[in-house]
């Protein structure tokens, strides 16, 4: 989903029910314009630049100084090579990839006992000078991104555009960003071998943001037979996943190595939030 009018941040963010004039910003949602000079996704390319070199440093330290993180319990910090298998009906071994979960921190927070709260896992500052802040800026920028996104989709339901901002939906979000890198390894469907299984995103809204190496598939029908994969060019700025919107899987063949990997932020609703449906705008 890449978002294509200046107007945007501006009027999501009005509290009234939607009008035609809303409705119209809803149509600035362009699923297929490529044109990042026009997106309002607020993050600077510069500093984007910057997360992807620090998140570099870290996966080029020595293993062993990277097992010193490993996830914890509260899936904050590092998951090795192969530790995740996203689709194991499919998948001979884990993912070829490794990753860092950071999550919302808040030690004055009463949530943060609670499983997917709590203190994050941070590299030594002599280790990797500035890493930690670049990340909590990161963090809270693209959150931002996240909460903007999330009222153009209330709009489209019909709601109150700060719907999902209230206590019980996202006021008190799950919001996890991942930083992924993928390894030098040929994906082979036939062998069961992929850089990462398919899946479908869990949470309201994933942001994906890339470097410039092809690997990404979707697939927009996964009950299909047989499914149908489409590549999914890399572009600068934001990638966009909401809801349960297709299944993705990585397929990166040799001449395609993610280097700096990939970086995700998903923004999922408050671990007490009661789900129910939502009656969309009638035809």
Same mark, same amino acid.
């Given at each position: 989903?890449?978002?294509?009018?200046?107007?945007?941040?501006?009027?999501?963010?009005?509290? *009234?029910? &939607?009008?035609? $004039?809303?409705?119209?910003?809803?149509?600035?949602?362009?699923?297929?314009?490529?044109?990042?000079? %026009?997106?309002?996704?607020?993050?600077?390319? *510069?500093?984007?630049? $910057?997360? @992807?070199?620090?998140?570099?440093? @870290?996966?080029?330290?020595?293993?062993?100084?990277?097992?010193?993180?490993?996830?914890?319990?509260?899936?904050?910090?590092?998951? !090795?090579?192969?530790?995740?298998?996203?689709?194991? $009906?499919?998948?001979?071994?884990?993912?070829?990839?490794?990753?860092?979960?950071?999550?919302? &921190?808040?030690?004055?927070?009463?949530?943060?006992?609670? =499983? @997917?709260?709590? =203190?994050?896992?941070? !590299?030594?500052?002599?280790?990797?000078?500035?890493?930690?802040?670049?990340?909590?800026?990161?963090?809270?920028?693209?959150?931002?991104?996240?909460?903007?996104?999330?009222?153009?989709? #209330?709009?489209?339901?019909?709601?109150? #555009?700060?719907? @999902?901002?209230?206590?019980?939906?996202?006021? &008190? !979000?799950?919001?996890?960003?991942?930083?992924?890198?993928?390894?030098?390894?040929?994906?082979?469907?036939?062998? +069961?071998?992929?850089?990462?299984?398919?899946?479908?995103?869990? +949470?309201?809204?994933?942001?994906?943001?890339?470097?410039?190496? $092809?690997?990404? %598939?979707?697939?927009?029908?996964?009950?299909?037979?047989?499914?149908?994969?489409?590549?999914?060019?890399?572009?600068?700025?934001?990638?966009?996943? #909401?809801?349960?919107?297709?299944?993705?899987?990585?397929?990166? =063949? #040799?001449?395609?190595?993610?280097?700096? +990997?990939?970086?995700?932020?998903?923004?999922?609703?408050?671990?007490?939030? %009661?789900?129910?449906?939502?009656?969309?705008?009638?035809?």
């Amino acid at each position: 989903m890449v978002l294509t009018h200046s107007k945007m941040e501006k009027e999501s963010t009005e509290t *009234e029910a &939607e009008t035609p $004039q809303t409705q119209a910003v809803l149509n600035c949602i362009d699923l297929s314009n490529p044109n990042t000079d %026009q997106s309002v996704h607020l993050l600077k390319q *510069e500093f984007m630049d $910057q997360v @992807f070199a620090q998140s570099k440093k @870290f996966f080029t330290l020595p293993l062993n100084q990277k097992m010193k993180l490993l996830r914890n319990n509260k899936h904050r910090g590092y998951t !090795p090579l192969l530790d995740e298998i996203l689709d194991p $009906q499919n998948q001979l071994h884990g993912d070829y990839k490794e990753g860092y979960y950071i999550g919302v &921190e808040d030690n004055d927070d009463p949530l943060h006992l609670k =499983p @997917f709260y709590g =203190p994050n896992l941070w !590299p030594a500052s002599d280790v990797l000078p500035g890493w930690r802040e670049t990340m909590e800026e990161f963090q809270r920028q693209a959150l931002e991104v996240g909460k903007a996104v999330a009222r153009i989709i #209330a709009l489209a339901l019909g709601l109150d #555009a700060n719907f @999902f901002d209230k206590p019980e939906t996202l006021g &008190e !979000p799950i919001a996890i960003v991942r930083l992924l890198h993928y390894q030098d390894k040929i994906s082979d469907p036939s062998q +069961g071998l992929y850089a990462a299984g398919a899946h479908t995103d869990y +949470g309201l809204i994933t942001l994906l943001a890339t470097d410039d190496v $092809q690997g990404l %598939q979707i697939c927009k029908n996964k009950d299909a037979e047989p499914q149908i994969w489409e590549d999914v060019t890399p572009l600068k700025g934001w990638l966009s996943n #909401a809801g349960l919107a297709g299944e993705n899987q990585g397929s990166t =063949p #040799a001449e395609h190595i993610l280097e700096e +990997g990939r970086r995700t932020l998903s923004c999922n609703l408050n671990a007490q939030a %009661q789900i129910n449906p939502i009656a969309g705008p009638k035809d």
